[in-house]
């Protein structure tokens, strides 16, 4: 079976390349802001230039603003060289429940409360998020 081709336009990624970066960028980055921010982002997609995050945001460690948009825009242009040339960003943040918990292992007094952490993990994912605002912006100039 061949490979999928991947898009050499620098001013759009498919959907494959997203999802390949996306992986990566959570696997590398994200996943502190996850378990100790209770910020987590998502590339959904990139268009002609500009950038589509979402982001759940339990306001545990950061506000839902520009500010903190165009901060995890940033990142994710500089950590993916694939997004480097963006021309700017469309960023929805939406309400969120815990993002991930970052535990001792051994602080834990048995299997009754690695049962409940799960049981916690897994209503979080299930509950409805409510968009609190999108977020766009240019980045300057690359030259």
Known sequence: MEEPK???NKNSLS???VERISSSYIRGIDKWYRMCAGTASNLERYENG???????????AEQSNYETALRVA???MSYNEELREA???VVS???SGPTGFLIRF???RGEEEVAELARQIGMASQ??????NTFSGLFPSQE
């Open 93 to 95: 943040v939406y309400t």
């Open 15 to 17: 959907p494959l390349e």
């Open 127 to 132: 509950e409805e998020k409510k968009l609190v």
């Open 106 to 108: 051994s602080a834990l």
């Open 74 to 76: 940033e990142r994710w």
């Open 50 to 60: 500009i950038m589509y995050l979402r982001i759940d945001n339990s306001e545990k």
């Open 87 to 89: 021309k700017g960003f």
């Open 6 to 8: 991947l898009n050499q």
